[in-house]
């Protein structure tokens, strides 16, 4: 397995390429810090965009779902799809209303799904899912029975077509704008788990794990 993702025609960056990122190591980084991405897919000539979520295991990003929906469908068909993740990390405020931007961390990922059948590895993956939604919940939790297992569609995406794009740093201004009298900066922003709240139906005894 190489450091780094040879850019293909589709995942090099053309667009200020210096900010592209075909690092192994920080594109994972990215992919374990998110909980959501946005699956592109077309469907009898129509092209749909649907938010998921999804669980890195190794070189491979997971996708599940009701074996109903039709996302899931065609992916399995082995249809091409281009999957996306980004974080967004701070909004960008510039001396002109044409210089603002955002800091953010993104990865796009092209390729081609298939169906998990085999059970060991279908119960693998939905084990990864619960552990990176929050770490060391499996084993507190009911596995999912036969029943779950047959209503749960589990896919399964190589990661070997893939690019990530970082902006980060203080806005871009025209050298004639510096002069202004214009706040500018970065406001940070990120995502934080709030106090947890117990279930209405909790049983009185049971306190909450360690791990949250």
């Known amino acids: 397995m190489t ?38 897919f077309t469907d009898g000539g129509k092209t749909f965009v649907i938010p998921t979520g999804y669980a890195r295991l190794e070189d491979k990003l997971l996708i599940h779902g009701s074996s109903a929906s039709r996302m899931m469908r065609e ?17 960008v405020l510039a001396r002109s209303a044409f210089h603002h931007s955002m800091n953010y961390r ?12 085999d059970a060991k590895e279908k119960y ?5 899912f619960t552990e990176h939604i929050i770490p060391n919940r499996w084993t507190d939790i009911r596995p999912p029975n036969d029943l779950e297992l047959k209503a749960t569609t589990v896919l399964s995406l ?20 510096y002069s202004l009298s214009v706040w500018a900066g970065v406001v940070p922003l990120k995502m934080e788990r709030g ?3 117990r279930d ?5 005894d049971i306190e909450m794990p360690d791990y949250l």
Request: contains cysteine; glycine residues 6%; hydrophobic residues 40%.
């Open 195 to 197: 106090q947890s709240i």
């Open 158 to 177: 190589p990661i070997e077509e893939a690019s990530a794009k970082i902006r980060n740093g203080d806005p871009v201004d025209d050298e004639a704008d």
């Open 124 to 128: 693998d993956a939905l084990k990864a």
């Open 3 to 40: 450091e780094q993702f040879t850019p293909t025609e589709k995942t090099k960056l053309r667009r200020i390429p210096k900010r592209g990122v075909y690092e192994r190591e920080k594109i994972y980084q990215i992919l374990d810090e998110g909980f959501i991405c946005h699956v592109g």
């Open 75 to 91: 992916m399995a068909q082995k249809i091409e799809v281009c999957v996306t993740v980004t974080l967004l990390d701070g909004l």
């Open 106 to 117: 993104s990865v796009i990922i092209f390729g081609t799904a298939h169906l998990i059948t």
């Open 200 to 204: 209405a139906r909790l049983n009185s």
